[in-house]
């Protein structure tokens, strides 16, 4: 199976969790794209009815295109359930998200939730947490200083998030308007991810965390032999 299909299946499966009245969380990136647009076929051809609540300005705009109709934490209270992308996620179902920039919106949806679904292609399972680099949320202002602070508390070298294709000065701005720092280059150096996420957001200058802990409890993961729904074992 390549990673496209991979992608695309696991984001179809996970729709089978979305039932008619419910308030649903929609996470952002090239996977969770699949359930967006399979939410969307299911309400045109299945009758199937859902509010959804996007976690970035991509998804929104994907959600209205499929016909998808959207509100927002205020108007609903709180989620039935949200489903995800992730970039890793451990054996407790500890999660590293970001890759897409959208970490801050998706922790507030997913902390508004009774349930995270995580949908990934099964290059995402690790043993430990932090060989894909930690995207880390930070304000604009005095961003090399606090860029500087958080790679003493990895104890890694951390990189401003660049738009390569605009050149190597133009970082990448979120849809908050701040700014993302990748701490990391390649080795699984999280061995207590509670204790880092608490480290980093004592910090000045951290919006949010790219760290999802005790958040999901089911994962849907397409690989080699098809689709397979893993539960936490304390859930
Ligand atoms: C965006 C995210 C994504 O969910 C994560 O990067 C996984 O994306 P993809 O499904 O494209 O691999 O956290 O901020």
């Not at 729709?15 to 359930?35: N, Y």
């Not at 801050?104 to 399972?125: F, Y």
């Amino acid at each position: 199976m390549d990673i496209e299909q991979a992608k695309k299946e696991a984001g179809i499966a996970a729709v089978q969790f979305v039932e008619s009245g419910m308030h649903v969380g929609l996470g952002t990136g090239s996977t969770v794209k699949h359930t967006v647009i399979e939410i969307g076929r299911a309400i045109q051809e299945d009758g199937l009815e859902v509010i959804g609540v996007p976690t970035s300005i991509e998804t929104e705009n994907l959600a209205i295109e499929h016909g998808v109709p959207l509100s927002n934490l205020t108007e609903l209270g709180g989620l039935d359930l949200v489903i995800d992308g992730a970039d890793e996620f451990d054996p407790e179902f500890n999660l590293i998200k970001g890759g897409g920039a959208a970490l801050l919106r998706e922790k507030i949806v997913a902390q508004a939730s009774n349930r995270m679904i995580v949908v990934a292609d099964d290059r995402k399972r690790v043993e430990r947490l932090g060989a894909f680099p930690l995207p880390i949320e930070i304000t604009p202002f005095e961003w090399e200083d606090t860029l500087k602070r958080i790679s003493l508390i990895c104890g890694v070298p951390a990189n401003l998030r660049v738009i390569e294709s605009n050149g190597p000065e133009s970082p990448l701005i979120t849809d908050n308007g701040n700014m993302i720092v990748d701490a990391g280059v390649g080795d699984a150096f999280i061995d207590n991810p509670a204790l880092i996420e608490s480290q980093l957001l004592h910090l000045a200058g951290v919006v949010e965390v790219g760290l999802f802990i005790d958040m999901c409890d089911t994962v849907v993961l397409a690989g080699q032999t098809g689709v397979e729904i893993l539960h936490r074992s304390d859930e």
